[in-house]
């Protein structure tokens, strides 16, 4: 009978260690908040979880990625947009300078000004004396984005890694060294400018740079475009990605909230019955003695 009772008492006892186990991860799970708290809960949904975390942050990466090219194309645009201002001021000065009514020292000072904008336009392009003449290369112009030079040739453009598989998208080179606008801008080897407020085909070069710009500008905006909608696309991803991360890594609470109830009661009456088998064989012996 004591070995009957005992090994019944054994078992209670082994029981109530699973129960109390059982209890320890539900609330391990409830206090943390996610449903796997040990590899041992899902190996299958820990390696998942790593597998789109490690694709989540490869998405991040790409859309920082496309939100400095887009702080890229508009300070591009800026600064084709402040061009456009100061040629478009040159076909006014010239056009001004042709008036036959104005005399030598108003044309002096059209043509001061008009000196001024080629040269601020000459230090927000840049580049070397065999591009735009000169006396002295511009290594470092005004047109520039953390360190990136915006208006020089480039052929093979910026690739800009767009995706989180290997997806690019390049962005043209915006090259104003050389066209319309390099006849606005070009000096020769003593540093004077070629293009003069009284050439008669200055209001004609000018209104091509004009063209040249707005040709820069549209294509800056056709890439600019891309990039928004790359934008859009990775920031749906990584909701997504995150949506399913957390369908397999967070807990249920109302689920995990029965289920600790559950295993809470089980505990109690598995406890209750464990201590009325441990008297039982003391009241068996108290009897025999008695």
Known sequence: MSASVNSQTFENAQFLGRVQDLLTRSLSRLSSGERIVSP????????????????????????????NAASYLQSVDGFIAAMNKMVTRMSELSVMASDGMKNSGDIALYREEFRQIQQQLRSTIGGTTAEIGGTADITKP?????????????????????????ETIVIPQNNLRDGAMLD??????????????????AIAKIKAAVQDLADERGSVGAVSRRFEIAGESLSKRDEDLQKSTSSIRDVDIATESTRLSKYQMISQAASMI????????KSVLKLLNS
Do not use: H, M, W, Y
Not at 151 to 165: D, K, M, R, T, V
Not at 185 to 193: K, L, P, V
């Open 184 to 201: 606005v801008i070009q000096q020769d080897a003593s540093g004077n400018f070629i293009l003069d407020i009284t050439d008669p085909t």
């Open 142 to 166: 005004l047109g520039t984005f953390n360190g990136i030079v915006l208006f020089g040739a480039n052929p093979a453009g910026l690739p800009i890694a767009s995706g989180a598989s290997g």
């Open 40 to 67: 041992a809960d899902d190996s299958q949904g820990v390696g998942l979880i790593e597998k789109l975390g490690a694709q989540d942050k490869r998405v991040q990466a790409a859309s920082t990625n496309v939100q």
């Open 274 to 281: 464990l201590a009325q088998a441990t008297q039982s064989p």
